[in-house]
């Protein structure tokens, strides 16, 4: 089996935002922030936890479903005793989802990545524990922007996604992807057991687990997540 550096396209000038590629990356020098929580100019939210002065910290990424909102994104994660110690943010999708469910990349990227760039700028972050982590449509766009984007990303928790729809490939990110196997609006058989084993067949790490119930991200499901990528 081919990784996916060799049996993928690299990286090409032309690239960008219509791609869904990002360009920030963690800062050499950042300033870190008090803790707390900051609205970046209505775009995004960011939580900067209580943390040793220069100590870097693991940042994820949250993502809202469709028709959710930022608050709801990082209410979802911060709440979780095993979050404590994460820098999280949660940008708010343009439309009531994300740009490239519903016309193609482009807007949402770009807001995406200047909140990425005032993150990084505000805490210390360390550069190998980036992680984007969403839910239902969420994690349909965090699979795309994984794959997408694995040379910053190097962790990506998709919690019952739909589909993957990524233009180009960078880095080799590692995967966790659960499914309630009574999930109703994106039922398991036509979305995580295709999208599995096609990650796997371009040579990806992907851990998978199913679970009993729905359209859901249940907390225990949600902690053995958020375990698996500190203990990676």
Known sequence: MSTPEEALPHPRPEEGVRHGRLTARPAATPVTAEPGTYSLDGQALLRVPTTSPGTPSRLAVVLHGAGGSAQQALGWLSRHPDAAGLVLLAPQSIASTWD???????????????????????AVVDAEQVAVAGF????????????????????????????MAPMVHHGIPRFYITHGTGDRVLPIDSCSRRLV????????????????????????????????????
């Open 100 to 122: 490239m469910i519903v016309g193609g990349y482009g807007p949402d990227v770009t807001r995406l990545d200047a909140a990425l760039k005032e993150a990084f700028a505000r």
């Open 136 to 163: 239902s449509d969420g994690a349909s766009y965090v699979l795309s922007l994984g794959v997408t984007n694995g040379d910053l990303f190097r962790t990506v928790l998709a919690f019952s996604p739909g589909f």
């Open 197 to 232: 084993p096609r990650l796997r067949e371009q040579g990806y790490q992907v851990t998978y687990h199913e679970f009993d119930g729905g359209h859901e991200v249940p907390p225990q499901i949600l902690a053995t997540a958020v375990r698996w990528w500190a203990d990676g």
